[in-house]
């Protein structure tokens, strides 16, 4: 079982920045993939950016490439997303998992769900 919190969301005018933690409960966290998902208000949740376990690759989404990062301290069980030049449209609700795959990219490949974190972004 692992329970996941996330935490770091908030207002931000367009072109600010912010960083997001996920904290993570259990002894495994280094196992497992970590990603990032997002959900606008009438929108379907989309991915926005995972990192593998073991060697820690990254893949994001095109809307962010180049804008966030995602990133793990396997110390202190937590995964991070600093996000850039952010837009409005970035305003979203945003979730944390955990996944046993390599780095999926689809959110049904991921077991453990923190309970969201909302990222506001005003033009």
């Known amino acids: 079982q692992v329970q996941l919190v996330e935490s770091g969301g908030g207002l931000v005018q367009a072109g600010g920045s912010l960083r997001l933690s996920c904290a993570a409960s259990?002894?495994?966290?280094?196992?497992?993939?970590m990603g990032w998902f997002r959900q606008a208000p009438g929108k379907e949740r989309e991915f926005v950016a995972v990192?593998?376990?073991?060697?820690?690759?990254?893949y994001y989404a095109d809307s962010v490439k180049g804008r966030f990062t995602i990133s793990r301290d396997n110390a202190k069980n937590t995964v991070y997303l600093q996000m850039n030049s952010l837009k409005p449209e970035d305003t979203a609700v945003y979730y944390c998992a955990a996944s046993s795959a390599w780095a999926p990219m689809v959110g049904y490949e991921y077991r453990y769900w923190g309970q969201g974190t909302q990222v506001t972004v005003s033009s």
């Open positions: 259990g002894r495994t966290f280094s196992s497992y993939a």
């Open positions: 990192i593998s376990r073991s060697i820690g690759s990254t």
